[in-house]
Each structure stands twice: as C-alpha cells, then as structure tokens.
C-alpha cells in the first residue's frame, strides 16, 4: 500500500507570494490533517479535513488554508507568504474507522525568500 | 503555550546500552500519547502509542511508560543501535481518534558505536 504522498517536496517562494501544497493520504484514509514544522517549534497543527469537511483548526492566521476532495486528496494554500512561512510541511492520514495513529507524509520543504 | 514539552533538545548514548527519552505534558484532558521517530528530510514515522488506561506498552525494543499522575511519559530503547539515530518526538491527543496531535520539540538521539 503506497504511504502518503506530498508534492511538491521542495520548492522557493518570494515574499507576498502565495502557494498551494498538494497531499494524497493512504488509499482508504479518508482523514488528512496538515503540520507545520519549523525548528524550535516542533510540530503544530494546522488543520484536519474529513469527508470534504474542515473538523479542527489549529491556531494559524486566515492566510493557511486547505480543502478536501472527494477522493480524500488534499490540498494547502498559504496566501501572501512571509519569510516566517518558511518551515516543513507536513500531511498525515488515518484511517477514520480504526486505529488512533496518523502516518505522516515526507513532507513538502518551503522556503520564502 | 507548549502543552508537550521535551525538555532534553539531545541524548547521546552508547550503543547496547539503554536510551531514555522523556516528555512532560500539562493537559488532563490528554488520553492517548505517541512517539515518533524522524530522519532528516523524512516525514515523522509512528513507533509506539499508549492510551491513558496503560501505564505501559511494550513493542520489540521499544516500551512506552506513562505516569498520569505526574503527567509524564517516556519511551525506552533496548538495547540502543546507531540505526535508533534520530528525533524522537513525544506526541499527545485529547481525544482518542483524533487527529489534532499535539507535539513536543522533539529530542535528538545519537546512539554512538
């Protein structure tokens, strides 16, 4: 079974730019939650999507978005970047039904310049 | 506010020996823990859980305890190997089955040959 997938995995934006980061979960996880990871802060939460819905939102300006598809895929959008924005983003994926563990993603590397 | 926190930002241990990673968390609400295991420039991997009825769990080389009273947690390898070269990060939910994880800093172990 193919793990999560993230693309891309690296990229570079200037500032006031914005971005979209793309995530496929594990086939048959219909739960998909996004990470920011930046050193010193370790990991926060971002948001979490299940069945197209947004079910919890962690505490990011309005500039961090996301949605789901119907397929489970999931995307993030981070809207006129600030050089803070720069940090590892990661998407992790559960299956809903069982299991209290979410697999992560290798993550997608932003830099804002 | 860092609810999970991993005071020890490094560990290095011999290898055969044994490697104690520790984490503190301040919410009571908390009642399902994880440790992941992270590789530079690779998404977290999940090692081992613990929800708030154990007080331990045992996978292989890897036990987690927990000691909700002190709301403590910490997950023990034996015997150490240079391949257990990582970050280790402690994770805690508030809500079985959720998605929103709630991570500490991370602690970087070296398992020296």
């Known amino acids: 079974k193919a793990g999560v997938t993230q693309t891309p995995r690296y990229l570079i934006k200037t500032r006031g730019q914005q971005v979209t980061l793309s995530c496929s979960p594990i086939?048959?996880?219909?739960?998909v939650s996004w990470y920011q990871q930046t050193p010193g802060q370790g990991l926060q939460f971002l948001f979490e999507?299940?069945?197209?819905?947004?079910?919890n939102k962690g505490n990011f300006p309005g500039r961090f978005s996301g949605r789901q598809f119907s397929n489970s895929r999931s995307e993030m959008n981070v809207s006129t970047l600030e050089l803070g924005d720069s940090a590892l983003y990661l998407c992790?994926?559960?299956?809903?039904?069982?299991?209290?563990?979410?697999?992560f993603g290798e993550g997608s590397w932003l830099t804002v310049v | 506010d860092q609810q999970v926190k991993q005071n020890s930002p490094s560990l290095s241990v011999q290898e055969g020996r044994i490697s104690i990673l520790n984490c503190d968390y301040t919410?009571?609400?908390?009642?399902?823990f994880l440790w992941y295991k992270k590789y530079p420039a690779e998404g977290p991997t999940f090692l081992i859980s613990?929800?708030?009825?154990?007080d331990k769990n045992e996978d292989g080389r890897f036990t987690v305890f927990l000691n909700k009273s002190a709301k403590h947690l910490s997950l023990h390898i034996v015997p150490s190997q240079p391949g257990d070269s990582a970050v280790y990060f402690c994770?805690?939910?508030?809500?079985?089955?959720?998605?929103?994880?709630?991570f500490g800093t991370g602690t970087r172990l070296t398992v020296i040959p």
């Open positions: 992790a994926s559960r299956d809903s039904f069982s299991g209290n563990t979410i697999y």
């Open positions: 086939s048959g996880h219909r739960s």
């Open positions: 999507y299940f069945s197209e819905t947004q079910r």
């Open positions: 919410n009571s609400m908390f009642d399902y």
């Open positions: 613990i929800s708030s009825i154990k």
């Open positions: 994770a805690a939910s508030g809500q079985t089955g959720a998605n929103n994880l709630f």
